[in-house]
Structure formats: C-alpha cells, structure tokens
C-alpha cells in the first residue's frame, strides 16, 4: 500500500538556519503530495501541495518539489523563524476518495 | 474559511462506557474523515465517509463505528472504550478535487 517516510525528529534549528525535511513515498499511479503543519494544541493545517511531477508548492516562504524520479518530496525553507515551530507531516492522496496517507511527522524547533 | 467543528477539546472516560465524538463542518464537503493521532505512530485512518449514509473503514477500524446521517456531521462511536484508545482524534473534511484536508481542533480523549 502507500506510504510515506520521514524523519520523526526533533530537528533544532537556530533562527534565520535554512531547513530541510526530507520526505519520501511509495505509491502506485500518480498521487498528489502534500505538507501540513501543526501548531502546538492545534489540528493540522494544509501548508502546500502539489499535484504532478516537477511541480513546486509553495506558502509562506516553504517550498517542495514534487520529484517523480526520486519520489521525493522535501520541503525547504530559507530562513526559519521562532514562530515556525510546529509539527510538519508530509502526506500523500489517493484520488479516488481523496484518501490521504501520512507521515510520522517531523518536530521543528526554533531556537532564538 | 470552511471550519470543521469537534465538539470537545478534552474528554474523559472510563473504561467500558459508549462514547460518542462529534465533528460538523459548514462548506457542505463530501468527504469525512477519522484519524487518531498518536506519538511515534502519526495518524492513522479510523473511518472515512464520502456520502450521506456511507462509510468506508479505514486502516485501524476495530474497537469504533461511525454515524454520518447528515452531510455536515460525522460522528465517530466507541462502543466500550479501552485504555488503549485513549488518544488525539482528529476530524476532518474535503471537497471535490484535489484541495487537501481541513482538520477540527482535535480531541484529546483519555480512557481511565
């Protein structure tokens, strides 16, 4: 079945570091990938997707590219912040009931 | 913005009763959703629904059931709560293509 592999973490991270958190899948066809965010004591919250090879999402100065042939999906941002602190999981859609898969999810913590 | 609505922020149960959580959301989405989310497990599905009156199980259904007899509310059941399902449980809901989840503010159930 699908499945999607990321690092549990905690990644720590200085303010103003660049980021990377690496994302890979295991899917049959084509899915559509995302990246969602969750802050402390809240649900989930829908970052970026991207729905076809090479495509690059992009919110918030978070980016990911969707890499068909190293069926990859990392996200990357420049310059994080404190506030960036969160949860982040990497997911994947099935597109028949737009039933997703997730990762493990990815602690970010920001130090000042 | 679509909200999705979980009845409760925090519950508490003991052990054997029948509990109900609730979840109701206003951008009249087909698609419903059941996760619970666990740390080093990240979320896996409970149940799904994508009509009024259908149900799909998800990847972990034993132990739960699920109610969706209006399009905006979808109820997720535990017939006798276990302390192994104490947990987060998270709703959430989806339109047509491809736009992703929105996720309530979960529940933080605790079975004692």
């Known amino acids: 079945g699908d499945s999607v592999t990321q690092m549990e973490g905690p990644v720590t991270l200085s303010e103003e570091a660049f980021l990377t958190i690496n994302c890979t899948y295991t899917?049959?066809?084509?899915?559509?990938l995302f990246w969602y965010v969750q802050y402390p004591g809240e649900g989930l919250q829908l970052l970026l997707k991207?729905?076809?090879?090479?495509d690059k999402g992009s919110n918030k100065g978070f980016e990911a590219t969707y890499r068909k042939e190293t069926t990859s999906f990392h996200l990357e941002k420049g310059s994080v912040q404190v506030s960036d602190s969160a949860v982040y999981f990497c997911?994947?859609?099935?597109?028949?009931?737009?039933?997703?898969?997730f990762g493990i999810g990815t602690k970010l913590q920001v130090i000042p | 913005d679509v909200k999705v609505t979980q009845s409760s922020r925090y519950l508490v149960k003991r052990t054997g009763e029948k509990v109900f959580l609730e979840c109701v959301q206003d951008?009249?989405?087909?698609?419903m959703f059941w996760y619970r989310q666990d740390p080093g497990l990240g979320l896996r599905l409970i149940y799904f629904?994508?009509?009024?009156?259908?149900?799909e199980k998800g990847d972990i259904p034993e132990g739960y059931s699920v109610s969706r007899e209006k399009k905006e509310r979808f109820s997720l059941i535990l017939e006798s709560a276990s302390t192994n399902q104490t947990s987060m449980y998270l709703c959430?809901?989806?339109?047509?293509?491809?736009?992703?989840?929105?996720f309530g503010s979960g529940t933080r159930l605790t079975v004692v």
């Open positions: 629904s994508y009509d009024v009156k259908m149900k």
């Open positions: 997911a994947l859609s099935d597109i028949g009931y737009q039933k997703v898969t």
């Open positions: 991207a729905t076809k090879a090479d």
């Open positions: 951008m009249d989405h087909e698609n």
């Open positions: 899917a049959t066809g084509y899915p559509s």
């Open positions: 959430a809901s989806s339109g047509p293509g491809i736009q992703g989840y929105t």
